[in-house]
T-cell receptor, first 114, second 115 residues
Framework: AQKVTQAQTEISVVEKEDVTLDCVYE???????LFWYKQPPSGELVFLIR??????QNEISGRYSWNFQKSTSSFNFTITASQVVDSAVYFC???????????FGKGTRLHILP | SAVISQKPSRDICQRGTSLTIQCQVD?????MFWYRQQPGQSLTLIAT?????????ESGFVIDKFPISRPNLTFSTLTVSNMSPEDSSIYLC????????????FGPGTRLTVL
């Protein structure tokens, strides 16, 4: 069965610090997809990234970067030089069948303090 | 990217009544899904809305309580039936499988409060 674990329930950092959100997943499939979503206080779900299981290259998008390691079943998310606007709940998620139904982790609430 | 809209954006309902939530996508999509997010919690998949056939429900969710329709490739509805305060949640519609598919899109959600 598939499962996503985000062990960090809540994190607080001071603005401009770097912060890493951890995500560990479980799946029996060899083909799967991993996602990160951001949910700001306004409530909408903002897509950040989708990564398939055959692509282990790390990805960088501006201040965001993702580290995918199949050996440890982890897909961690790092925000560099954090800003107050990064304050949100971040969800890691897993899909076993090519963008089919997504299973979400419990989320990490990130507070960026000015 | 696909744009998804939901109606209503929020509602306050009385116990025992039903509410139908509409989800509209601006392009044809292969898959549509309905999720529930209870206060302070993560998202839980309710069901996959199948075009032209009955929805596929996840464990713990039943058709009598959450009937779903999907008459075409751009539209779906979720009804929350015989509501109780425990149904107070955000209900989100999502879609995937467009021509430029590389992500799963989510609607803005419907915030439901049951008194």
């Amino acid at each position: 069965a598939q499962k996503v674990t985000q062990a960090q329930t809540e994190i607080s950092v001071v603005e401009k610090e770097d912060v890493t959100l951890d995500c560990v997943y479980e799946t029996r499939d060899t083909t799967y997809y991993l996602f990160w979503y951001k949910q700001p206080p306004s409530g909408e779900l903002v897509f950040l990234i989708r990564r398939n299981s055959f692509d282990e290259q790390n990805e960088i998008s501006g201040r965001y970067s993702w580290n995918f390691q199949k050996s440890t079943s982890s897909f961690n998310f790092t925000i560099t030089a954090s800003q107050v606007v990064d304050s949100a709940v971040y969800f890691c998620a897993l899909s076993e069948k090519g963008g089919d139904k997504i299973i979400f982790g419990k989320g990490t609430r990130l507070h960026i303090l000015p | 990217s696909a744009v998804i809209s939901q109606k209503p954006s929020r509602d306050i309902c009385q116990r025992g009544t039903s509410l139908t939530i509409q989800c509209q996508v601006d392009s044809q999509v292969t898959m549509m899904f309905w999720y529930r997010q209870q206060p302070g919690q993560s998202l839980t998949l309710i069901a996959t809305a199948n075009q032209g056939s009955e929805a596929t429900y996840e464990s713990g969710f039943v058709i009598d309580k959450f009937p779903i329709s999907r008459p075409n490739l751009t539209f779906s509805t979720l009804t929350v039936s015989n509501m109780s305060p425990e149904d107070s949640s955000i209900y989100l519609c999502s879609a995937s499988g467009t021509l430029s598919y590389n992500e799963q899109f989510f609607g803005p959600g419907t915030r439901l409060t049951v008194l």
